[in-house]
């Protein structure tokens, strides 16, 4: 669950920005687990969660670092990331906005 972001094509048509740029780096520190350093999130941070442990095949994440991109999200959806990511084996999140 992404954030619904619109853009703006070459032609002047509004459309769903599915943020497919959207960038976050994921480090194996060994058997200290992974650690996801991000940008913005505008994916989703469960999703980048998910995604971060489909390529590494590590469950266990060390941190969590950057921007959740939850500073003006409704409270039911900051409910609903906690309760997902608090289902992962995370020992640090340091969120930015």
Same mark, same amino acid.
Not at 16 to 19: C, F, G, L, N, W
């Given at each position: 669950m992404g954030i619904p972001? @619109?853009?703006i094509t070459r032609d002047g048509r509004v459309v769903?920005? @599915?943020?497919m740029d959207d960038t976050s780096v994921i480090?194996?520190?060994g058997? @200290?687990?992974i650690m996801i350093v991000?940008?913005?999130s505008h994916a989703g941070i469960v999703n980048i969660v998910k995604h971060s442990i489909e390529l590494t095949g590590i469950k266990k994440i060390k941190a969590i670092i950057g921007g959740l991109h939850l500073i003006e999200a409704p409270i039911e959806?900051? @409910?609903k990331t906690v309760e997902a990511l608090s289902k992962h084996d995370i020992d640090l999140i340091?969120?930015?906005h």
């Open positions: 972001l @619109k853009t769903e920005d @599915k943020m480090a194996n520190i058997d @200290k687990g991000t940008g913005c959806r900051i @409910k340091s969120a930015g």
